[in-house]
């Protein structure tokens, strides 16, 4: 034994040992990730490029929305106060707000003070005296409305109603959540609500989940804190971020769980046919080795991998086994070298060649942009490649001298029966595919799902909180905007002022509800500047004043406060940013002014501009668009982009697996010599790719770019069993077909598991390989030569 360990035909023995250690470090030092945002793909236009920065890093990313349920209104609003009073502490937080009063008193300061320098009705006009006769017989008509309270208190200071103005403006587009014992509350009363901002971006994961057990720590102290009702209590969340967490540990879940199940029904299967430990442990050598190299290979293309190729990496197990089967048991009870010589002369080049018409097929996958297409398409193909090379230079060196398997001939047997009697269904075979076919084409409009909501793991019970709590707070619809860039902050903020005049006449038409701009609250200097620069100087105001109030029920003297105020006001410092601190205005301007790097690391500013689509229905990007001619300004439509971006790489998808398709018939041509051995081996794969396709159609399922890889998988596991069935020998022994059978349940265990899972990506896969393999084999052996008898 020792002198066969050093001998050169044990030299693959050891460099496979190298191998395997060098994947092993690759792989301790690879980073593992369930981020969604891993698998974004890198956009081709600038609207799709915008798309996917802020589905990583946007505002939009960064909100988590909260309600409070249970208990009684009094009971949710403490909680809510003090829950909120928390996480204004935490560092995690950027922004925490639940309409309390205090938050509301800070933000009518701030629009106070700047009153002068934020209304839109500050230009010069406005303080003539004809501009304040009109503003001041405005303001005194007001006094008899329901507002009449608030422009009591404000006149003295606020005669031409810059303030109500300004509220007005801002609530404009939107209702805003309602207010009830003194905190933000649902239309329906039953519910508390909260809105937070984390200073971790979206595609932090990390940071997201540690912002949302903060969320819940808060809010269980807060708890603890009550007494009587507040037990009853319960916290909902929702918002892009706790989606990415919650979808992170659906997917470490399941892929855990399936592995754990696929491997066990594998193993539980491989020990009923070979009922040795040594046996197993050698046939699940070619599987372990084909993960390692899996992951080290997508480790050092990537640079990570993510929980879903894992997940995919459990159906490699299933085909991966199929090797060590092949040798096991068509290798006659393989006892000495010549006799394991012999498998490799007669049965290698079959294996061989359909481990190669998976490679075409797989390779494909590496040409697309989709990076989680190209993270399956390279653990496939190295994953496979290792264990058939394994299969084919070590085990028949780790094979002992005694080595042999049950003896399957009766089950071949039989199946060579079957398989003999299964040549007449030849036709009723052919008229299936036929009709498979013709679904397809009938439904051919239906047959891909082109939104890219299909791939989504978020369940249709959160995704309806989200919209409720959206709903509630009156957040704004953030499917159309506007964006405009640019090298400072200046320049992004004077271009968002052109952009919002040239739409306003589609707002005066209500074509759109509103336009949100970060100008509102942080107009760009030129026209803080402009605005200021209509107050006139005090002695000027004063003599004005006197003059527009000469036939009204009002003294001048009364406004003293506002003539100093307008003052102050026309000497002020240009507002800044860092003014809106400590007001929950901030959130608001965070949301549609974000600093940003260019790939060189060039500063560059974006504003974002949401549109509101009117009750009437959606917005017109073809009245959109020629206003914002010459503004620089990109108009976007978030869904339509999304859907677009998806619908690119599924076509794209599409035309790379027909050049892989492509690929496997010419290689077939080539290694065959033989048009009739060609149509024979395609002839099984086309028929169950066209059956099981045809059957999740008229199941109602549109399929996505994961049933495509499905359907890729079929023919990769189909061609083994196919090349088998239709072998230049002639015929296939009973062993052989046993093995066939052994193989394909194997495959449908590991495959077969995913149609279980939660995920709808793995789900996919899973639904569509499953009945594959199942239908390959079958259909491979209605086309097969007949069998001779053990």
């Known amino acids: 034994m020792t002198q066969r360990i050093f001998s050169r035909s044990f030299l693959p023995v050891w460099l496979a040992l190298v191998a395997l250690l060098l994947c092993g470090a690759v792989v301790r030092q690879t980073r593992f990730t369930a981020d969604m945002s891993a698998f974004l793909p890198q956009a081709p236009t600038p609207e799709q490029q915008l798309l996917v920065d802020q589905l990583r890093d946007g505002l939009v990313s960064r909100l988590v929305l909260v309600g409070v349920e249970g208990s009684d209104g009094p009971t949710r609003a403490v909680l809510s106060k003090a829950v909120a009073q928390k996480l204004r502490e935490e560092p995690q937080f950027s922004s925490v707000s639940n309409g309390e009063s205090v938050s509301l008193e800070r933000d009518q300061a701030f629009l106070m003070t700047h009153r002068y320098q934020l209304s839109p009705a500050m230009l010069p006009a406005h303080f003539t005296v004809d501009g304040l006769r009109a503003a001041l017989g405005d303001t005194l008509d007001l006094l008899a409305s329901p507002a009449g309270l608030l422009v009591k208190s404000l006149l003295p200071r606020d005669p031409t109603g810059e303030l109500p103005l300004l509220l007005d403006s801002l609530g404009r587009g939107g209702t805003g959540p309602r207010n009830a014992d003194g905190v933000w509350a649902s239309r329906d009363g039953e519910r508390a609500l909260l809105l937070l901002q984390t200073r971790a971006a979206g595609s932090d994961t990390d940071g997201q989940q540690q912002a949302m057990d903060r969320i819940r720590a808060a809010f269980a102290e807060a708890v603890a804190a009550q007494k009587g009702t507040a037990a009853s209590a319960r916290l909902v969340l929702t918002g892009p971020g706790v989606f990415g967490v919650n979808v992170r540990n659906t997917i470490e879940s399941e892929v855990t769980r399936l592995s754990i199940i696929s491997l066990g029904l594998i193993v539980l299967l491989l020990w009923l046919i070979y009922r040795s430990v040594r046996t197993l442990a050698l046939g699940l050598l070619p599987v372990l080795v084909g993960a390692v190299a899996g992951i080290a290979a997508v480790s050092l293309g990537f640079g990570t991998v993510h929980g879903l190729t894992l997940g995919f990496g459990t159906t490699l197990i299933g085909e991966a086994v199929d090797y060590s089967i092949y040798l096991f048991v068509q290798s006659d009870a393989a006892t000495t070298d010549r006799d394991r010589g012999a498998w490799v002369k007669r049965f290698w080049p079959t294996i061989r060649l359909g481990v190669m018409t998976s490679i075409c097929g797989f390779a494909s996958l590496l040409l697309s942009g989709f990076p989680g297409l190209a993270q399956l398409g390279l653990y496939s193909m190295s994953g496979l490649v290792a264990a058939a090379l394994v299969t084919r230079f070590v085990l028949p060196q780790l094979l002992p001298g005694s080595f ?38 009938v439904q051919r409009d239906t047959v891909w799902n082109q939104e890219l909501s299909a791939l989504s793991p978020v369940s249709a019970s959160d995704m309806a909180l989200d919209g409720t709590l959206r709903a509630d707070l009156g957040a704004p619809d953030v499917r159309y905007l506007v964006v405009v860039s640019g090298a400072s902050q200046e320049a992004v903020l004077q271009g968002a002022e052109k952009v919002v005049a040239r739409l306003q006449p589609l707002v005066d038409d209500h074509s759109i509800a509103g336009v949100n701009s970060p100008t509102t609250l ?21 003599a004005r004043l006197v003059e527009a109030l000469a036939d009204m029920p009002l003294r001048a003297e009364r406004l003293a406060p506002f003539v100093q105020e307008a003052e102050v ?3 002020a410092p240009p507002l800044q940013r860092a003014d809106l601190v400590g007001t929950s205005l901030a959130l608001a301007v965070d949301g549609m002014l974000l600093p940003q790097k260019t790939a060189d690391g060039t500063p560059r500013w974006s504003v974002f501009l949401p549109l509101h689509a009117p009750a009437s229905g959606d917005i017109d990007p073809v009245r959109i668009r020629p206003l914002l001619d010459g503004t620089g300004a990109l108009f976007v439509d978030m869904k339509g982009e999304t859907d677009r971006l998806y619908r690119s790489y599924l076509h794209e998808a599409v035309r790379l697996s027909g050049a892989g398709l492509l690929a496997i018939v010419l290689l077939l041509v080539v290694a065959l010599r033989s048009p009739t051995a060609v149509l024979r081996v395609l002839a099984p794969l086309v028929g169950a790719v066209l059956c099981v396709a045809a059957a999740l159609v008229s199941t109602g399922q549109s399929l996505t770019i994961l049933h495509l890889v499905g ?33 394909n349940m194997t495959t449908v265990a590991g495959f077969g598991i995913l149609g279980f899972s939660q995920v709808p990506v793995l789900q996919a896969i899973g639904l569509t390989v499953g009945p594959g393999a199942i239908l390959a084999l079958c259909f491979s052996a209605v086309w097969a030569h007949t069998p001779r008898s053990a």
């Not at 089950?411 to 076919?437: E, Q």
């Not at 200097?525 to 006139?536: D, F, I, K």
């Open 404 to 441: 042999k398997v049950r003896d399957v001939s009766a089950l071949g047997a039989r199946l060579a029966v079957v398989v003999r009697r299964a040549a007449a269904l030849r036709w009723a075979v052919l008229g299936l595919c036929v009709v498979a076919a013709l679904a397809l084409a």
């Open 569 to 571: 006001a026309r000497l």
């Open 522 to 542: 942080l107009p760009s200097l030129a026209t803080q500047q402009a605005r200021q620069a209509s107050l006139p100087a005090t002695a000027e105001l004063q």
């Open 711 to 743: 359907l890729l998988l079929i023919v990769a596991v189909g061609s083994n069993y196919a090349l088998f069935f239709s072998s230049g020998q002639g015929a296939i022994t009973p062993r052989t077909l046993a093995s066939l059978l052994f193989a």
